[in-house]
């Protein structure tokens, strides 16, 4: 997983909850990178995962409730970052699609060793979406927070049905709702 993950995750946890809460977060969850890292490194997903896991430990919040909050700031954090994902786009229906197609190219370039989620979109009918998530990482709460934070960036409601689907890699399907 790449760096730039961990340390927007770190840095959201600083902001939500304190540099003591990292600290202690870091100490406690005895990593092999020490918690050290840097935005363009590689790390072993299990970090992240057995940080999310000490940090709900921590604060009381649920793992999934921690992941989904993550994607939401980390949706934030990609629109700073990366502005011309965004650009000519006018709502969540419109950018999911694009993720595969055009966002992750533009990741791949950036980072070449990075290993993406894939995300295959199908619209069934105007104001509907359709999107699996396949990850060998399985964390599909990040990725609905990520789909939160369109919303939120578009200013949109959405209704998001998650049902987990029987495959290898695990997959997630999202039916997404529109909401007027």
């Given at each position: ?59 009381g919040n649920s793992v999934p409730d921690l ?114």
């Open positions: 997983m790449k760096g730039i993950v961990f340390t927007e995750f770190l840095e959201m946890a600083e902001n939500r909850f304190s540099a003591q809460t990292i600290e202690q977060l870091i100490e406690q969850a005895d990593l092999p990178s020490k918690g050290i890292y840097t935005s363009v490194g590689t790390y072993d997903y299990h970090e992240m995962v057995t940080l999310v896991t000490h940090l709900s430990g921590l604060v992941l989904k909050e993550f994607g939401r700031y980390l949706l934030k954090r990609f629109v700073a970052k990366f502005p011309h994902f965004f650009e000519g786009i006018s709502s969540t229906l419109d950018f999911l699609p694009r993720v595969e197609s055009f966002v992750h190219l533009e990741v791949k370039k950036l980072y070449p060793d990075a290993e993406l989620p894939t995300f295959s979109c199908v619209l069934p009918k105007p104001g509907q979406l359709e999107m699996t998530y396949r990850s060998t990482r399985n964390l599909p709460d990040l990725a609905e927070g990520l789909i939160l934070g369109c919303a939120e960036y578009f200013g949109e409601s959405l209704a998001i049905e998650k049902t987990e689907v029987a495959e290898n890699p695990p997959a997630v399907l999202f039916a997404i709702t529109a909401l007027t």
